[in-house]
């Protein structure tokens, strides 16, 4: 049994023109269970306080209502708006398909973090371009593209909370918080991927390979949350845990409506999409920007090690052991670190080799 998710289908797309344009095995014995009451808490510290609403409730706030324009196939496409990305996927190899932007380059396309088993996939920094063009060897097929405005849309009303939420110390950004569009998670009127949730065993760091010095990480988390969820067909954004190089924390997956991030109030570890074959059971938190030669702020990195080292006391782990993984559903087994790269597990740069170089240090600092 497989745990990824089914094969992309788009729910807007629209067609080239003849001339090409398209517009540890299970968790340790006795480990302490995630309950609000020792997991979530307000910023004012109280231990019960709900971590998505805070003890003052809810205000309005607005954010620019996410802008796609979908197609299929290669060729040109115009977009009638500036996309600040574009979102692809695409059948056969995983690598070989190639864009350019408006008066720009080829740009040759890798996976970067996201994993797919069946082709590739890509998410790339479209520089408020509004056309772009796509191109495919003969072992590639089946190519979608998806333009992204995560800056510029109509205002979008959320409820976000009054006071800031914090995960035992460690403050973050609720989904509403940074704009997520919960109508996304649904496809022909369901939910697209169900929420599962099984013991956590191990922790999965990764970057999103996005362009660093990000202006405006609210609308890259928004971004990459499009691509996971429609342009992958993964129905949800894939990480758990998202942090920028100011030392913001996001939350990141769906985990259901009792005001724990990631976890059920059952203490069980809601299933992501960061790490193909390795799912269930593994937490995947992702510093936003492109780590292979430059590392994190010292401030994500901070935040990095804190969000582990509550997590990991919680849930008994110890993040400096070696571990054997068991994939709970498709019985895979794999000796591993408690807090691992994205690396270990698949043929892939993410989480940047200066992160990954810097994972025995998060490791050593978490454990204390």
Same mark, same amino acid.
């Given at each position: 049994?497989?745990?990824?998710?089914?094969?992309p289908?788009?729910?807007?797309?629209?067609?080239?023109?003849r001339?090409?344009a398209?517009?540890?095995?299970a968790? %340790?014995?006795?480990a302490? !269970?995630v309950?609000?009451?020792?997991?979530a808490?307000?910023?004012?510290?109280?231990?019960?306080g709900?971590a998505?609403?805070?003890?003052?409730?809810t205000k309005p @706030?607005?954010?620019?209502a996410?802008?796609?324009e979908a197609?299929?196939?290669?060729?040109?496409?115009?977009?009638?708006?500036?996309?600040s990305?574009v979102?692809?996927r695409?059948?056969g190899?995983k690598?070989g398909?190639?864009?350019r932007?408006?008066?720009g380059?080829?740009q040759?396309?890798a996976s970067g973090?996201?994993?797919? @088993?069946?082709?590739?996939?890509?998410?790339?920094?479209a520089?408020?371009?509004? !056309?772009?063009?796509?191109?495919a060897?003969?072992d590639?097929d089946?190519?979608?593209s998806? !333009?992204?405005?995560?800056?510029?849309?109509?205002?979008?009303?959320?409820?976000?909370p009054?006071?800031?939420?914090? %995960?035992?110390?460690?403050r973050?950004?609720s989904?509403?918080?940074w704009g997520?569009d919960?109508?996304k998670?649904?496809k022909d009127g369901?939910?697209?991927?169900? @929420?599962?949730?099984?013991?956590?065993q191990?922790?999965?760091?990764h970057h999103?390979?996005?362009?660093n010095?990000?202006?405006?990480p609210a609308?890259?988390v928004?971004?990459?949350?499009?691509?996971h969820?429609?342009?992958n067909?993964?129905g949800d954004?894939g990480?758990?845990?998202?942090?920028?190089?100011?030392g913001a924390?996001?939350?990141?997956?769906?985990?259901g409506d009792? *005001?724990?991030p990631a976890?059920?109030?059952? *203490?069980d570890?809601?299933?992501g999409?960061?790490?193909?074959?390795?799912?269930?059971? !593994?937490l995947g938190?992702?510093?936003i920007?492109?780590?292979?030669?430059?590392?994190?702020?010292d401030a994500?990195?901070a935040?990095?090690?804190r969000?582990?080292?509550?997590?990991?006391?919680?849930k008994?782990l110890?993040p400096?052991?070696? %571990?054997?993984y068991?994939?709970?559903?498709?019985g895979?087994k794999?000796?591993t670190?408690?807090v *691992?790269?994205?690396?270990?597990?698949f043929?892939?740069?993410c989480? *940047?080799?200066?992160?990954y170089?810097?994972?025995?240090?998060?490791?050593a600092?978490?454990?204390?």
């Amino acid at each position: 049994m497989s745990e990824s998710p089914t094969p992309p289908t788009h729910r807007r797309k629209r067609s080239l023109s003849r001339r090409g344009a398209i517009g540890a095995a299970a968790a %340790v014995a006795g480990a302490a !269970a995630v309950t609000p009451a020792v997991f979530a808490a307000t910023d004012s510290g109280d231990s019960t306080g709900s971590a998505a609403s805070g003890s003052s409730g809810t205000k309005p @706030e607005k954010f620019p209502a996410t802008r796609t324009e979908a197609a299929t196939g290669t060729g040109e496409a115009n977009t009638a708006f500036a996309a600040s990305y574009v979102g692809l996927r695409w059948s056969g190899a995983k690598e070989g398909a190639a864009i350019r932007l408006a008066d720009g380059d080829w740009q040759t396309l890798a996976s970067g973090c996201a994993a797919v @088993e069946d082709g590739g996939t890509a998410l790339v920094a479209a520089q408020s371009a509004t !056309a772009y063009e796509v191109k495919a060897p003969s072992d590639i097929d089946g190519v979608r593209s998806l !333009a992204i405005d995560t800056i510029s849309g109509p205002a979008h009303t959320f409820e976000v909370p009054s006071e800031p939420t914090r %995960v035992r110390g460690v403050r973050y950004l609720s989904r509403p918080a940074w704009g997520a569009d919960e109508s996304k998670r649904y496809k022909d009127g369901k939910v697209n991927s169900p @929420e599962t949730y099984y013991p956590l065993q191990i922790i999965t760091v990764h970057h999103t390979a996005t362009p660093n010095d990000d202006p405006d990480p609210a609308a890259t988390v928004r971004a990459i949350y499009e691509y996971h969820a429609i342009t992958n067909d993964w129905g949800d954004i894939g990480y758990h845990f998202l942090i920028d190089e100011a030392g913001a924390v996001y939350e990141g997956r769906y985990s259901g409506d009792d *005001g724990i991030p990631a976890f059920n109030t059952d *203490g069980d570890l809601v299933t992501g999409f960061h790490s193909v074959g390795y799912n269930s059971g !593994a937490l995947g938190i992702a510093l936003i920007g492109t780590l292979q030669e430059k590392g994190p702020t010292d401030a994500a990195k901070a935040s990095l090690i804190r969000l582990i080292k509550v997590i990991s006391r919680f849930k008994g782990l110890d993040p400096q052991a070696q %571990v054997t993984y068991v994939n709970p559903v498709s019985g895979v087994k794999k000796d591993t670190h408690t807090v *691992g790269g994205h690396r270990d597990y698949f043929a892939t740069e993410c989480p *940047g080799q200066v992160m990954y170089d810097l994972l025995t240090e998060v490791r050593a600092a978490a454990a204390r």
